[in-house]
Every structure is written in C-alpha cells, then in structure tokens.
C-alpha cells in the first residue's frame, strides 16, 4: 500500500494526548485497511504529524474522524526513499511515538540547506552540463562538510544542486559556515580553472507537511530555493526563527557574510517569486508591471530587492530567467531559440550574449548526456 504522512494543527497539544489519539487511530485502522507506523509531536508549535500506510487519503481521513472526531489539515503520499531522506531512522516508543537516540521526543521538524554553485567558464569549446552546473570539486567538498555536520545529501532532488537535510540548526548552520569559508579560502589559493565558480546558500526550517503541500518538505524546499536566488555571491541567507530557537545561531549568524530575513521579508520573498514564477515566460513582464502586482513603487522594488540581494530588480529577474535556461538545457526538450522565447527574452540573440556575460560560455556549446 503506499505511504502517506498528515499534519494536525493542535494548539497546546501535549505527547499524552497525541498518545491517547493515536491509541484511538490503532483501535479502528483495520475498519479502513489503514496501517498506522508513527507520529511526531512538536508541543512548541502545537503541530502533530503521522506516518501510515493506506489505500488511499480517504480512509486516513475517515479513519481520523471516526477515531477522534477530527479532519486532517493536509495528507501528502510520500516516497519511501524520500522519506528516509529527510526523516532519517525512526527510533520509536512502545507507543510508536518517534524519539531521538536520547530518548527526547522528536518534533519533526528538520533544516534544510539548499546550495546552489555554478561554474563560471572561459572555455571557447564545449563544456559538460555537471562541470558547469555542479563542478566536481566543490560538489565533493560540500558532501564531506554535509557528513561530518551529520547531514543527509537528498540525492534524489540534487541533480543540479545540493540539498542536505540536518535535525538541529546548529548542525544545519555550522555546516553552511564550514563551506562558505572553504570555498572561499580555496577560491583564493588555488588557480581560477580549479575553483571559479559562483555559490550561494539558503536554509530554512521546515515541517514534513503543511497544509498546502503536494509532497513532504515542499514549502521548506521552496523557500531554502528562493534564498539561493535572493543571495549575494557567496553568502547564506536564512530566516530570522535560526536565533529565535537557538542561542549559538544568535551568536553564529551575526557575521557580514550572513543575510537574516525577517518575518515580513519573507513574505515579501514569498510573494515576488509567486509573480515571477507566473511571469517568467511573458517578454512584455515589466518592472513597472511587477511593481504594481506587489503594490509598491518602482523606487521601493528597487530598495527591497537590492537591500537583500545588492541588484537591481531587472538584473533579478534575468538572473533568474538565465538559471531557468540551465535546467531547460538539461531537459533537451527545447532548442536554444524555444528557451530563450520560453523565457520571455524576445531575442534569441540577446539570450545567449546575456548568457555567456553570466557563465562564460555560450548555451549552444553545453553538452548533456542523454
């Protein structure tokens, strides 16, 4: 049967009534051919989680409502190998309640790193799409620093950048300061054809399933992803709840190399990508146009974007367009010219100088293993 996970919002829950609730789930799950496995209880946020395999959503919600008089916030069927990804070795209780290797309750939640290095090329050939995407020696030194930080690669979402999971934000941040200050000493010492590539870092919080996502962590992928785009070269950016719930993150985030979002900056960000992602495609989107989608003048755009990501908001929006074009490359579906129209560049010309002013080489001379 497949594997699903819910989510519960449940203010001032506590593990002995999400105990109780789940001894309830058990006593009916057979009505529905539903097989309840484990459950997660964060008190902090009042979020409970479970895991269970089902026929379908429906008999999970059925099975809820008859057990405990209670409909689901959102039910996501999960991969099991993706599962394992992000949620590690479930160590549980008598009860199936899951808990760490002390024997602390497990919350759930997890930190998510999203890397993103690109490769900047003067080669007049041709070059591989993985040497330009994710060169080989930085890739190699960020998946050491991920395993000595006791991090998790999720190779099945890496294929054109890094993405590692951690249980604590400590871990999750030292990890991501270890590597920054790596790329950048050997960016310094060694030559140019070795290490020049551009890199930036997002890290977010996120909770397994929220109450509008399609798959686990799909709100946290998302927003580690937007502040890869929004980041300076070399830099992390990651949301302000980092010091909220830790002490050393306080400490540790307070550096020029670190970028902190606030809670309305972030739905700000939230916000600009939704448009943008709307947008992309349309040569006549505008920043006028933009600006008046988010309700604020030109001038304010300009202060917002540049004060997180020191561009303008036109330089943004190409870069983003010109980091789409790698993955439409990769996909092979498209000729160089369909990109650049799919794109919203309404010259196929200008889309390729644009592009090699960016990655040093032009789109037509990327080969890709079929």
């Known amino acids: 049967m497949p594997l699903y996970m819910d989510c519960h919002d449940t203010p001032g829950i506590k593990i002995q009534e999400a105990e109780k609730a789940h001894l309830k789930d058990l006593a009916v799950q057979e009505k529905f051919d539903v097989k309840y496995l484990a459950y997660w209880v964060n008190e902090e946020s009042g979020k409970v989680f479970c895991l269970m395999k089902a026929p379908n959503k429906e008999a999970i919600r059925k099975t809820h409502l008859l057990a405990n008089g209670i409909e689901t916030c959102n039910i996501v069927e999960v991969e099991g190998g993706l599962y394992s990804a992000f949620m590690g070795k479930d160590l549980r209780d008598k009860n199936d309640l899951v808990i760490d290797e002390n024997g602390t309750p497990d919350g759930g939640y997890r930190f998510i790193l999203n890397l993103d290095i690109i490769a900047v090329t003067r080669l007049s050939g041709f070059?591989?799409?993985?040497?330009?995407?994710?060169?080989?020696?930085?890739?190699?030194?960020?998946?050491?620093?991920?395993?000595?930080?006791?991090?998790?690669?999720?190779?099945?979402?890496?294929?054109?950048?890094?993405?590692?999971?951690?249980?604590?934000?400590?871990?999750?941040?030292?990890?991501?300061?270890?590597?920054?200050?790596?790329?950048?000493?050997?960016q310094n010492q060694y030559p140019p054809n070795e290490w020049n590539f551009r890199f930036t870092m997002g890290l977010c919080i996120g909770e397994p399933v929220t109450s509008m996502d399609d798959r686990i962590f799909q709100k946290a992928l998302n927003q580690s992803m937007w502040y890869c785009k929004i980041a300076e070269n070399g830099k992390i950016v990651l949301p302000v709840e980092f010091q909220e719930i830790s002490v050393f993150c306080r400490t540790e985030m307070d550096v020029p190399d670190i970028t902190i979002i606030d809670k309305s900056d972030q739905e700000f960000i939230e916000h600009l990508f939704e448009l943008i992602s709307i947008n992309i495609s349309k040569d006549n989107f505008t920043i006028d146009k933009l600006s008046k989608e988010m309700r604020l003048s030109r001038a304010q755009l300009y202060r917002k974007i540049n004060s997180m990501s020191n561009t303008s908001p036109v330089q943004f929006i190409r870069d983003i367009r010109l980091r789409n074009a790698l993955n439409l490359i990769k996909e092979r579906k498209l000729s160089i010219s369909e990109i650049a129209y799919e794109l919203g560049f309404s010259n196929p010309s200008y889309f390729s100088k644009c592009f090699k002013e960016k990655f040093g080489i032009s789109p037509s001379r990327i080969k890709v293993e079929v």
């Open 127 to 186: 070059i591989d799409f993985d040497e330009l995407k994710l060169p080989r020696k930085p890739l190699e030194a960020a998946e050491r620093l991920i395993l000595k930080n006791n991090g998790n690669v999720i190779n099945q979402l890496s294929y054109d950048r890094v993405i590692a999971v951690f249980k604590t934000p400590e871990s999750c941040l030292l990890c991501a300061k270890e590597i920054q200050e790596e790329f950048l000493s050997h």
